[in-house]
Protein backbone atom coordinates (compact mmCIF):
# COMPACT_ATOMS: atom_id res chain seq x y z
CA UNK A 1 0.00 0.00 0.00
CA UNK A 2 1.65 3.38 -0.53
CA UNK A 3 4.25 4.52 -2.91
CA UNK A 4 6.19 1.72 -4.68
CA UNK A 5 9.56 0.96 -2.74
CA UNK A 6 11.00 -1.45 -5.01
CA UNK A 7 14.59 0.16 -4.88
CA UNK A 8 14.40 1.06 -1.39
CA UNK A 9 18.09 0.09 -0.97
CA UNK A 10 18.99 1.90 -4.40
CA UNK A 11 21.39 4.83 -3.05
CA UNK A 12 19.43 8.21 -4.24
CA UNK A 13 23.08 10.24 -4.79
CA UNK A 14 25.05 7.70 -7.28
CA UNK A 15 28.27 8.37 -4.90
CA UNK A 16 26.21 8.55 -1.77
CA UNK A 17 25.96 11.50 0.51
CA UNK A 18 28.91 13.16 1.60
CA UNK A 19 28.47 16.03 3.55
CA UNK A 20 29.61 15.55 7.42
CA UNK A 21 33.05 15.50 8.72
CA UNK A 22 34.84 13.51 6.00
CA UNK A 23 38.83 14.17 5.70
CA UNK A 24 38.21 16.18 2.79
CA UNK A 25 35.70 18.70 4.67
CA UNK A 26 38.08 18.61 8.01
CA UNK A 27 40.78 20.52 6.35
CA UNK A 28 39.11 23.57 4.89
CA UNK A 29 39.77 25.72 7.26
CA UNK A 30 43.48 25.65 5.71
CA UNK A 31 41.73 25.52 2.59
CA UNK A 32 42.55 27.97 -0.37
CA UNK A 33 40.09 29.99 -2.39
CA UNK A 34 40.33 27.65 -5.52
CA UNK A 35 39.46 24.52 -3.15
CA UNK A 36 36.81 26.27 -1.14
CA UNK A 37 34.86 27.44 -4.85
CA UNK A 38 35.73 23.51 -5.59
CA UNK A 39 33.63 22.30 -2.55
CA UNK A 40 31.26 24.67 -2.58
CA UNK A 41 30.18 23.48 -6.13
CA UNK A 42 30.17 20.20 -5.22
CA UNK A 43 27.44 20.66 -2.27
CA UNK A 44 25.44 23.09 -4.71
CA UNK A 45 25.72 20.01 -6.83
CA UNK A 46 25.33 17.34 -3.83
CA UNK A 47 22.19 19.56 -3.00
CA UNK A 48 20.32 19.87 -6.23
CA UNK A 49 20.51 16.03 -6.56
CA UNK A 50 18.99 15.70 -2.96
CA UNK A 51 16.18 18.63 -4.19
CA UNK A 52 15.68 16.78 -7.42
CA UNK A 53 14.98 13.28 -4.77
CA UNK A 54 12.92 15.35 -2.93
CA UNK A 55 10.79 16.52 -5.54
CA UNK A 56 10.21 13.21 -6.92
CA UNK A 57 9.05 11.89 -3.26
CA UNK A 58 6.77 15.25 -2.99
CA UNK A 59 5.28 14.42 -6.23
CA UNK A 60 5.08 10.21 -5.65
CA UNK A 61 3.01 11.48 -2.65
CA UNK A 62 0.98 14.02 -4.05
CA UNK A 63 0.08 11.37 -6.48
CA UNK A 64 -0.89 8.56 -4.02
CA UNK A 65 -3.18 11.09 -2.63
CA UNK A 66 -4.85 12.29 -5.49
CA UNK A 67 -5.53 8.31 -6.76
CA UNK A 68 -7.63 7.84 -3.19
CA UNK A 69 -9.98 11.05 -3.83
CA UNK A 70 -13.06 10.14 -5.50
CA UNK A 71 -14.98 11.91 -7.76
CA UNK A 72 -16.34 14.17 -5.53
CA UNK A 73 -13.70 15.06 -3.91
CA UNK A 74 -13.61 12.97 -0.79
CA UNK A 75 -10.78 10.96 0.87
CA UNK A 76 -11.78 7.07 -0.10
CA UNK A 77 -9.72 4.01 1.00
CA UNK A 78 -6.94 3.52 -0.77
CA UNK A 79 -6.67 2.41 -4.62
CA UNK A 80 -3.91 -0.29 -3.26
CA UNK A 81 -6.94 -2.18 -0.86
CA UNK A 82 -9.82 -1.09 -3.70
CA UNK A 83 -9.54 -1.22 -7.30
CA UNK A 84 -10.20 1.83 -9.15
CA UNK A 85 -14.46 2.29 -9.21
CA UNK A 86 -16.52 2.66 -12.46
CA UNK A 87 -17.84 6.14 -12.61
CA UNK A 88 -20.74 7.03 -10.75
CA UNK A 89 -23.85 4.66 -11.38
CA UNK A 90 -21.68 2.74 -13.63
CA UNK A 91 -22.04 -0.80 -14.09
CA UNK A 92 -19.30 -2.92 -15.64
CA UNK A 93 -20.22 -6.28 -16.54
CA UNK A 94 -18.48 -9.93 -17.61
CA UNK A 95 -19.47 -13.19 -18.15
CA UNK A 96 -19.00 -16.26 -15.76
CA UNK A 97 -16.37 -17.45 -17.86
CA UNK A 98 -14.04 -13.90 -16.92
CA UNK A 99 -15.10 -14.09 -13.18
CA UNK A 100 -12.09 -13.93 -10.69
CA UNK A 101 -13.88 -13.82 -7.38
CA UNK A 102 -15.37 -16.63 -5.58
CA UNK A 103 -19.06 -15.67 -3.85
CA UNK A 104 -19.00 -15.88 -0.05
CA UNK A 105 -22.08 -14.21 0.91
CA UNK A 106 -25.75 -13.71 -0.85
CA UNK A 107 -28.05 -11.08 -0.97
CA UNK A 108 -31.42 -12.24 0.87
CA UNK A 109 -33.38 -8.81 0.17
CA UNK A 110 -33.13 -4.68 -0.77
CA UNK A 111 -34.94 -2.00 0.51
CA UNK A 112 -36.56 0.00 -1.95
CA UNK A 113 -34.55 3.82 -1.95
CA UNK A 114 -31.40 2.08 0.01
CA UNK A 115 -27.94 2.44 -0.82
CA UNK A 116 -28.03 -0.68 -1.94
CA UNK A 117 -30.76 -0.58 -4.52
CA UNK A 118 -29.36 2.78 -5.78
CA UNK A 119 -26.15 0.97 -6.31
CA UNK A 120 -27.94 -2.06 -7.95
CA UNK A 121 -27.61 -4.38 -5.85
CA UNK A 122 -30.25 -6.97 -6.25
CA UNK A 123 -31.63 -9.83 -4.31
CA UNK A 124 -29.96 -13.34 -5.16
CA UNK A 125 -26.96 -11.54 -5.80
CA UNK A 126 -23.86 -13.17 -4.91
CA UNK A 127 -20.57 -11.58 -3.52
CA UNK A 128 -17.44 -12.03 -4.53
CA UNK A 129 -15.88 -9.01 -2.84
CA UNK A 130 -17.16 -6.21 -0.82
CA UNK A 131 -14.04 -3.58 -0.98
CA UNK A 132 -11.14 -5.49 0.10
CA UNK A 133 -13.16 -8.43 1.49
CA UNK A 134 -13.09 -11.82 -0.17
CA UNK A 135 -14.08 -15.34 0.29
CA UNK A 136 -10.64 -15.99 2.09
CA UNK A 137 -10.89 -13.32 5.01
CA UNK A 138 -14.61 -12.45 5.52
CA UNK A 139 -14.98 -14.29 8.93
CA UNK A 140 -18.43 -15.02 8.71
CA UNK A 141 -19.36 -11.66 7.28
CA UNK A 142 -17.64 -9.76 9.91
CA UNK A 143 -15.03 -8.09 8.22
CA UNK A 144 -18.11 -6.43 5.84
CA UNK A 145 -19.76 -4.70 8.78
CA UNK A 146 -16.22 -3.14 9.30
CA UNK A 147 -15.79 -1.72 5.96
CA UNK A 148 -19.28 -0.76 6.03
CA UNK A 149 -18.49 1.62 8.74
CA UNK A 150 -15.47 3.06 8.10
CA UNK A 151 -16.67 3.76 4.40
CA UNK A 152 -19.52 5.88 5.51
CA UNK A 153 -20.53 7.80 2.48
CA UNK A 154 -17.64 6.86 0.89
CA UNK A 155 -18.21 4.53 -2.05
CA UNK A 156 -17.59 0.97 -2.01
CA UNK A 157 -16.51 -1.69 -5.09
CA UNK A 158 -18.60 -4.74 -5.01
CA UNK A 159 -18.34 -7.25 -7.38
CA UNK A 160 -21.41 -9.64 -7.32
CA UNK A 161 -22.35 -12.80 -9.77
CA UNK A 162 -25.72 -11.97 -10.69
CA UNK A 163 -27.75 -14.91 -12.47
CA UNK A 164 -30.17 -13.86 -15.17
CA UNK A 165 -31.19 -17.40 -15.52
CA UNK A 166 -30.21 -20.96 -14.84
CA UNK A 167 -27.17 -21.50 -17.26
CA UNK A 168 -26.11 -17.92 -17.93
CA UNK A 169 -24.76 -15.30 -15.44
CA UNK A 170 -22.41 -11.99 -15.18
CA UNK A 171 -20.16 -10.15 -12.64
CA UNK A 172 -20.60 -7.05 -12.00
CA UNK A 173 -18.90 -4.76 -10.29
CA UNK A 174 -21.08 -2.06 -8.25
CA UNK A 175 -19.95 1.20 -6.01
CA UNK A 176 -21.86 1.01 -2.98
CA UNK A 177 -22.01 4.23 -0.67
CA UNK A 178 -23.19 3.25 2.83
CA UNK A 179 -25.30 5.80 4.59
CA UNK A 180 -26.73 7.04 7.68
CA UNK A 181 -29.78 9.79 5.80
CA UNK A 182 -31.35 7.26 3.27
CA UNK A 183 -34.48 6.96 5.44
CA UNK A 184 -34.32 3.36 6.83
CA UNK A 185 -32.73 0.01 8.80
CA UNK A 186 -28.61 -0.08 8.51
CA UNK A 187 -26.07 1.79 6.61
CA UNK A 188 -26.64 -0.69 3.32
CA UNK A 189 -30.65 -1.41 3.13
CA UNK A 190 -29.85 -5.00 2.76
CA UNK A 191 -29.57 -8.45 3.97
CA UNK A 192 -26.69 -10.50 3.38
CA UNK A 193 -26.18 -14.26 4.18
CA UNK A 194 -23.25 -16.44 4.40
CA UNK A 195 -22.58 -19.22 1.72
Not at 9 to 21: A, I, L, N
Not at 64 to 70: G, P, T, W
Not at 159 to 166: F, L, T, Y
Request: aromatic share 4%; with cysteine; charged share 20%.
Amino acid sequence: MGIPMDDIHTPTVPSGPVSGSSSTNANLSKAGLTQLFDEKERLEAELKVLGEVLKSVEEGIAAYFASIKDTDGNASTPLAIRPPAPAAGEVEGRTQGETDGIPFAKVNSVADGSPAAKAGLKAGDKVCNFGNITWANHENLTKIATVITNNVELPVLVKVIRSSSEEESSQLTLRLTPSRDWGGRGLLGCHLLPL
